[in-house]
């Protein structure tokens, strides 16, 4: 008798399909959705450019750009999560949490607001993820990157970034304090092509490096011992996937500004929904995009014509679920 | 599962530090190939360490570890890891994990990019899990199972890595006595097929039964090493653990059993 | 009374050290003496107020629930009784009275949650998960006020200054308005310190020793209730200073909780005074939100802590 195995193939990909095909629904909501309402029909022939020119205007002008911002941003936050969560072997250890978008956030910030440095927004959040990032890992040292305490100490590194970001705001004029405030609390009206453009670009290469390192990535789930005599190098495995972590966080957070939780609750999601053994990049970056496109759409239509920041929306959504992760009688390992 | 293919370990005047201070020093040693060989020894005597550094997990100080004559170091790591498994003392695993997707994991490094998930894949872990005799529970998640089962699960991936060498580090640290026959048992099915494997076992008495050769540890040195009858003497006990002892022959096995043991006066 | 000195001393305003010491005994320019009585005499007796309460809050709380990460500002109490004040606010309140009342409502709700949680069954023996829920506690709360702010722009502006924290432009009025709450705060500390003692010891050993756990806990949540509701409504949620000023009270008393209390009375004022004058010298002539320095010095205060080997008990 050969005992028979179900490949977890078969499931992942039905699930892939199916928030593939939720994503485009969203998408679809999120371009016909909004002051000015179009019906779904008219809204993908607005896309072929085929609809009246109202339509047209309002779908390929002002809310496509907006969409595919969204939708690379959320893909990009929830796929860096994904991959801190399995390098630190802790499910809290999301680059928002352990401060790593309020540093890039304050690093963007220094030069919007031109504290000495001239350097484009999107770099300057690279430099300030990269920087948080080696603080973080740096500090956690021996003590290692489980547990609550790297998660408080990140916390530490959060508070000082958001600080530093209040003083470079405070020292410049209230105008242009106020149009930075919206950005500092994660929304999408701040993006700038070029930054759009460049998260693409990095998307796209951080996908393709992490498709082709899958699987020594999925062996680090298990203990390093493991890991190493299944022939992963780990050091260089650890260091590549951190790296493409940074740089999906800093390009996404020139993009859209520090929207927390997407990066815990997507990967979260996509976790519980695929089969174990394999870590859910695919699924995280799809679920990404989705949470925040919802979100965003929720921050546009909720009290219209007053929007609220797609961060604040997720804070607000996604915080009862991670108090109910902390709070619970009996966690589950923080692995 | 028959293995055409063998593989020799040794090290070679290997020194093992862990940050500064040094664990073990010039060690020589080198494993028999197709027997079961048990590294035994009292708490800290850095067993552990050498088996890890014959896994390549510890890197040494000086000296070299040489897998078919090769520097084990300066061997791509996913060649050394169809030659070598290695079963760590921790084992934790992602909650929900399966026995089968577990042992999954070992085919990997016989995958690449170019070579996706092969009917010969599939037959290797479903000849894995029948050898670790875990058919009917391949569907259960690993922390479902009991600590027996679970630590066969794991066996089952090492032996799924299809390797002429298998290291084991405490296999049944923590299992009951019947887990524990269960576990060696298992080990001796494996060492008849043609693995060489070498384990760090606490029980000395485990060690004799189930070993063919043995390895023992003082201070982070080798003070001997032979076939069990022949090593294990009440003078090597008490150098080991400074107790007293009496040796008799277990009638079935004659394998040495510890009787009388006592503390020194 | 160093610090005192200096925050009447130095500021924005362009008044020399001299003409401050002038003003303050009576001579000087008549524009010199509006800055001192006016502007600087009422903050530093806020910024004093503010400090005694919240770290007094932060020592309380952290030998009740035994965890010296415990701090009003990070567990969510001070978001709280933000959250209640920006309620208010957005309601059209705008009496000192009304918003004292209700920063201290706001901060009692957040005690109990804090004391809820760290019911929960495995938080006792957990200090860093507590306060990882209080932070995830405070960002929620923070969501919201953001949300309450982009409802009425009005509030907003008014909300947003008093936010970020900051002990400047408050009448004394308002400092009257919060006085008999901290004295009674105050008392309730005196009586609670002892109790609180024996209670480091674990709650049995409170029991033996004659005393009432549920009685003291209640206490200590009503006191650091009205603590840090007068503070927040005085000088908004100034994250960390109950972390900070223990932290230093603690080095020099040792494990010994009620000299750490006592020494909390001076130690408190001294820090959120300093920060306030740094706030003022460092972005001059403009003005940096005092809760911005605040979180500058606590945060790696919080840093140190947690990299501590391990966690000094209480």
């Known amino acids: 008798m050969t005992p028979h195995i179900i490949t977890p193939d078969k499931r992942n990909m039905a699930v892939h399909l199916a928030l593939a095909g939720l994503l485009l629904l969203v998408c679809i909501a999120a371009l016909s959705i909004g002051t000015v309402r179009i019906s779904p029909q008219d809204t993908l022939r607005a896309l072929t450019g085929s609809a009246d020119p109202m339509s047209n205007f309002v779908v390929r002008e002002l809310r496509l750009a907006r969409v595919v911002a969204g939708l690379l941003s959320g893909a990009a936050l929830a796929l860096a999560g994904c991959l801190m969560q399995t390098l630190a072997r802790n499910r809290l250890a999301t680059p928002g949490i352990i401060g790593i978008d309020n540093a890039a956030t304050a690093f963007a910030v220094a030069s919007v607001v031109g504290v000495g440095v001239s350097v484009a927004p999107p770099l300057m959040a690279l430099a300030g993820a990269a920087t948080a990032t080696a603080i973080a890992f740096g500090l956690a040292g021996v003590q290692g990157t489980r547990g609550y305490r790297f998660i408080v100490s990140g916390i530490g590194i959060g508070a000082i970034a958001g600080a530093v970001t209040q003083v470079m705001l405070s020292r410049v004029a209230i105008d242009a304090a106020n149009a930075a405030y919206p950005w500092t609390v994660g929304s999408l009206n701040a993006r700038a092509e070029q930054s759009v453009l460049l998260l693409g670009a990095g998307l796209a290469i951080a996908y393709l490096i992490l498709l082709n390192i899958r699987r020594p990535l999925n062996t680090l789930q298990l203990p390093d011992a493991t890991a190493i005599s299944l022939g992963t190098r780990i050091k260089t495995t650890r260091f590549l996937g951190l790296a493409l972590s940074v740089l999906l966080t800093g390009l996404a957070v020139a993009v859209c500004g520090p929207v927390g939780l997407i990066a815990l609750l997507a990967p979260e999601l996509a976790r519980s929904l695929c089969r174990p053994g394999r870590i859910p990049l695919t699924a995280s970056a799809l679920l990404g995009a989705i949470f925040m496109l919802t979100a965003d759409l929720l921050g546009r239509t909720l009290f219209a014509p007053l929007e609220v920041p797609v961060g604040i929306i997720t804070a607000i959504l996604g915080s009862p679920y991670l108090l109910w992760i902390l709070l619970r009688p009996s966690p589950r390992s923080l692995t | ?265 | 009374m160093l610090v005192t000195l200096a925050s009447l001393l130095y500021g924005a305003g362009p008044v020399s050290a001299g003409d401050a010491i002038r003003a303050l005994s009576g001579g000087g320019s008549s524009e010199a003496r509006f800055v001192i009585t006016e502007l600087r005499v009422p903050r530093t007796l806020i910024a004093l107020t503010a400090g005694l309460a919240l770290g007094l809050a932060g020592a309380l709380l952290q030998a009740l629930t035994r965890n010296p990460l415990a701090e009003p500002g990070l567990l969510g109490v001070s978001a709280g009784s933000g959250f209640a004040v920006a309620l208010a606010i957005l309601l059209g309140a705008t009496t000192a009275t009304l918003t004292t009342l209700v920063a201290q409502a706001g901060a009692l709700a957040g005690c109990a949650l804090v004391i809820a949680a760290t019911r929960v069954q495995g938080m006792g023996n957990d200090p860093i998960r507590l306060v990882l829920a209080g932070a995830t506690m405070s960002a929620l709360l923070l969501a919201l006020t953001s949300m309450l702010m982009l409802l009425d722009q009005r509030a907003a502006d008014e909300i947003r200054f008093w936010i970020t924290g900051s002990v400047a432009g408050k009448s004394l009025a308002m400092l009257e308005a919060t006085l008999p709450s901290i004295a009674v705060a105050l008392l309730l500390s005196a009586f609670v310190a002892r109790p609180l003692a024996a209670m480091a010891l674990g709650e049995k050993a409170a029991v033996g020793l004659g005393h009432h756990p549920g009685r003291i806990r209640f206490l200590v949540i009503i006191s650091v209730a009205l603590l840090v509701g007068a503070a927040t409504a005085l000088a908004g949620p100034l994250i960390f200073v109950g972390l900070v000023v223990p932290f230093i009270a603690r080095a020099f008393a040792g494990p010994d909780i009620r000299k750490t209390l006592w020494l909390c009375v001076p130690t408190g004022p001294a820090v959120v005074l300093a920060a306030d004058v740094v706030s003022r010298l460092i972005a001059r002539p403009s003005e940096m939100p005092l809760g911005v320095v605040t979180a500058l010095i606590g945060a790696p205060v919080l840093l140190i802590i947690v990299r501590a080997g391990r966690l000094p008990s209480l």
């Not at chain 2, 997990?57 to 040489?66: D, N, T, Y």
């Not at chain 2, 199972?145 to 089952?156: F, M, N, T, Y």
């Not at chain 2, 060492?191 to 494997?197: A, L, M, V």
Request: hydrophobic share 40%; glycine share 8%; proline share 5%.
């Open chain 2, 1 to 265: 599962m028959s293995h055409t293919d063998t593989a020799t370990l040794a090290a070679e005047r290997i020194t093992l530090a862990h940050q500064k201070y040094i664990v073990a020093e010039n060690l020589d040693l080198r494993l028999p190939t197709g027997r079961v060989t048990a590294i035994v020894g009292p708490n800290g005597c850095g067993k552990s360490t050498l088996l890890n550094g014959l896994a390549r997990i510890h890197v040494p100080k000086r000296g070299a570890v040489l897998l078919d004559g090769k520097d084990i170091h300066r061997l791509p790591s996913r060649e050394v890891a169809r030659k070598l498994a290695l079963l760590p003392q921790d084992n934790s695993a992602p909650e929900g994990l399966t026995v089968a997707d577990l042992v999954r994991f070992g085919r990997q490094p016989h995958q690449g990019w170019m070579k996706p998930w092969s009917e010969e894949d599939q037959r290797t872990c479903d000849r894995a899990i029948q050898a670790a005799n875990m058919s009917d529970l391949s569907g259960r998640a690993l922390e479902t199972l009991s600590g027996g089962q679970r630590q066969r699960a794991w066996i089952a991936m090492a032996v799924a890595q299809r390797t002429p060498l298998l290291l084991l580090d405490e296999p049944t640290s923590a299992l009951d006595l019947g887990h524990q026959i269960e576990v060696f048992e298992l080990i001796r099915e494996l060492s008849r097929q043609g693995k060489t494997i070498a384990m760090v076992v606490h029980d000395l008495a485990s060690a004799c039964r189930y070993a063919d050769h043995m390895v023992a540890m003082k201070q982070g040195c080798i003070i001997g090493q032979g076939a069990p009858h022949e090593l294990v003497t009440p003078a090597l006990v008490r150098e080991l653990y400074g107790v007293s002892c009496d040796l008799i022959h277990d009638p079935a096995t004659g394998s040495p059993v510890l009787v009388n043991v006592r503390r020194q006066h």
